[in-house]
């Protein structure tokens, strides 16, 4: 959860009052409560489970289990709240909050994400969440995406323990650094394409790649978060029209509310560079709507001092026509016309697929605790009353859990 994320009641209240449902509502807490027990039910063999589209709600029962042998792989324990130690916040959001959490009993820390029922309710995102807990099952598979250890939920909550990846975002360092040169660009864009590949390979498209969502780890490498806004089920030709994602990173296709599939992904990494790059987006504007007409119709204004490698892949990843954008052309061999590109011609994919390719950045990290590399709007630390917010943030969420996801036996 990056720095558009804004704190919300949680912080402020308890619960709602309960009030009188109509036949409606009544309806939306069947479903709220037939989810739930998909999430316990789902939790131990998620892993094995197909990928299926659940844009809404009626497709729910999609995400019954299916068994087979991969189950073994993650074995279900029972987790709760009383398990973890609560350091620090690491986010707060619309939808979710963050904080960094020790398993009790070891030196293991962990980024505890805490969605209200209430809140998944509220805003009819009950497909969104569940199909959040599938991709991070899933992306135990891969180096370059966040890795879940464990799920489990209360009454009012659900609960994901992932990986506490403690190197900062992309957003801290670019704004840090005022962008990167081309070989740390040309690094960091290799580990989130060979991530994005996987995704689509899985028939997943991400839909909110941005510099917020691209964490650094201890040695350097990136870990794309977030699966909340991916979208299931993009194979053999089929695609969405859902309006989605950050305003900055919204491709002409989204826009204009035509089909597309992995062609947002590209477009977003082809923004990414280009803020990589020269230290600002390049279609930024303040207005939203004279924005979203810019990456309609203008073209970005590239710094004379980019090599001519580095321009043309961002012009090919910033190609209005999806049809013609790098990843996406038939006749170039889609994605693999990504590995070929002369831009990235000297990374070795073998190296970088299996994670052999030494960053040319590490963070400044003290311990696996360390909390220096996020911002202070955030974590609540360098204020006046941090330690009051972070007491009271705590309390306001401490209830006694119960259920349980898995134990991810990858991790």
């Not at 005022?178 to 590949?197: K, N, S, V």
Request: negative net charge; hydrophobic residues 35%; contains cysteine.
């Amino acid at each position: 959860m990056g720095n558009s994320m804004t704190c919300f009641s949680l912080l402020t209240q308890k619960r709602e009052k309960k009030v009188k449902l109509g036949a409606a509502d009544e309806e939306k807490v069947i479903t709220l409560k037939n989810s739930v027990r998909i999430f316990e039910k789902t939790s131990a063999d998620a892993a094995s489970q197909p990928l299926e589209q659940t844009e809404n709600r009626s497709s729910l029962n999609d995400c019954s289990s299916q068994e087979n042998g991969e189950d073994k792989e993650l074995q279900p324990e029972r987790k709760s709240l009383e398990d973890f130690k609560f350091l620090s916040v690491l986010g707060r959001g619309t939808f979710g909050n963050e904080i960094l959490s020790e398993l009790k009993g070891t030196d293991e820390v962990y980024a505890l994400k805490i969605i209200k029922k209430d809140n998944i309710w509220a805003h009819d995102v009950i497909g969104y969440t569940l199909r959040e807990k599938r991709v991070l099952t899933l992306a135990s598979d891969h180096p370059y995406l966040t890795h879940l250890f464990c799920s489990f939920q209360t009454s009012d909550s659900l609960c994901f323990a992932m990986e506490y990846v403690n190197g900062g975002n992309l957003a801290f360092h670019i704004s840090q650094s005022h962008g990167f040169d081309e070989p740390r660009t040309r690094y960091y864009a290799a580990e989130i394409a060979c991530a994005l590949m996987f995704l689509h390979g899985k028939g997943i498209i991400h839909r909110d790649l941005k510099p917020e969502n691209i964490l650094l780890d201890a040695d350097g490498h990136c870990k794309l978060v977030d699966f909340g806004l991916c979208m299931e089920g993009i194979v053999d030709g089929k695609t969405t029209d859902s309006f989605c994602g950050t305003p900055d990173y919204t491709s002409p296709e989204m826009i204009q509310s035509l089909n597309y599939g992995t062609s947002v992904d590209w477009w977003a990494l082809g923004v990414i560079m280009f803020q990589m790059m020269t230290g600002y987006r390049p279609f930024h504007d303040d207005n939203q709507e004279d924005m979203h007409e810019s990456i309609v119709t203008a073209e970005p204004d590239y710094p004379p001092n980019l090599s001519k490698k580095a321009v043309s892949v961002l012009k090919a990843f910033l190609e209005k026509n999806p049809k013609n954008r790098l990843g996406c052309v038939e006749s170039q061999g889609k994605e693999n016309a990504i590995k070929v590109h002369p831009f990235f011609k000297k990374i070795k994919r073998a190296l970088l697929e299996q994670r052999k390719i030494t960053s040319p950045f590490q963070p400044q990290i003290m311990s696996k605790r360390d909390v220096n590399n996020f911002e202070e709007v955030f974590t609540f630390q360098g204020t006046k009353h941090s330690q009051e917010d972070l007491s009271f943030f705590i309390q306001s969420i401490k209830e006694e859990f119960d259920g349980f996801s898995f134990i991810n036996t990858k991790y």
